[in-house]
């Protein structure tokens, strides 16, 4: 039975001593379950800091990005040996973010993902349409060409490494969530997906997670669905209290 995987992105949100606060309220009030992984994932800045402070709890830390490269001259970049250095365990790759913003391609996507796993880091592999792709009837083409470019060139093995979260575009920071049939019916295709391009066991034992304005509210039709394994949370884990919730949510 897959383990459910609930994740925070603070995205570029808390200082360092607004995030140990954070942290510190969290450490506070998460139940404590074996049948769900929480993660968050802070600013770079605060990573140092945040790192010891989840010493000891069952919090696993994770990073918002990385750079393809173990060093060299790409100035503000971060490699992935900084990372594991300051006790990282997951990195987001192929953020819509990163994509919309930063431009990052599907090329640039799959080099950062190969280089997560020669760091031992897992990646948190982030696809996803655009309202004007999922209205044009492009859903699982969109999808279908992100999954194949960026784990192109994988084995079976690496590919079962890590999670999927799929973020609808047009969800994220909007308000708007999937309804969980409509949710169900994408992650369904992502795991016949993975079962054609890998094998039954990569695809029985991959978690692939929902994310798009997660809320205490949507999470439990989220979690009632076959193929959602968790969620990858924005807004509502800058505060400690809907965080929690939606944990306790995926633990009823």
């Not at 379950?33 to 770079?44: C, G, L, N, Q, R």
């Not at 996803?128 to 994988?154: M, P, W």
């Not at 079962?160 to 909007?174: D, K």
Request: charged content about 20%.
């Amino acid at each position: 039975m897959r383990r459910l995987w609930i994740g925070g992105n603070w995205k570029m949100h808390k200082t360092i001593g607004e995030a140990l606060a954070l942290v510190q309220s969290l450490k506070d009030g998460l139940p404590h379950s074996e049948a769900v992984e929480v993660v968050i994932a802070p600013p770079f800045t605060a990573l140092p800091a945040v790192g010891p402070a989840l010493r000891g709890t069952s919090i696993q830390l994770a990073a918002q990005n990385l750079h393809w490269a173990d060093q060299g001259a790409y100035t503000g970049e971060i490699s992935p040996g900084m990372l594991t250095e300051v006790g990282c365990r997951y990195v987001l790759i192929g953020h819509s973010e990163r994509r919309h913003w930063f431009k990052e391609t599907d090329s640039i996507i799959n080099q950062k993902m190969q280089a997560s796993l020669r760091a031992g880091l897992q990646p948190v592999f982030c696809i996803g349409e655009t309202l004007e792709e999922r209205e044009a009837g492009r859903v699982e083409a969109v999808l279908s060409r992100q999954i194949r470019e960026g784990l192109q060139g994988f084995s079976a093995e690496q590919a079962a490494s890590g999670v999927i979260a799929y973020e609808p575009v047009w969800a994220i920071g909007t308000g708007k969530t999937a309804t969980p049939e409509m949710a169900q019916s994408v992650h369904s295709f992502i795991r016949g997906l993975l079962a054609d391009l890998f094998d039954k066991r990569v695809a029985s034992d991959k978690r692939i997670v929902y994310g798009g304005s997660v809320t205490p509210e949507t999470t439990r039709g989220l979690l009632d669905q076959a193929d959602i394994d968790g969620g990858l949370v924005g807004g509502a884990s800058l505060k400690a209290e809907p965080f929690i919730a939606i944990i306790q949510e995926s633990i009823k």
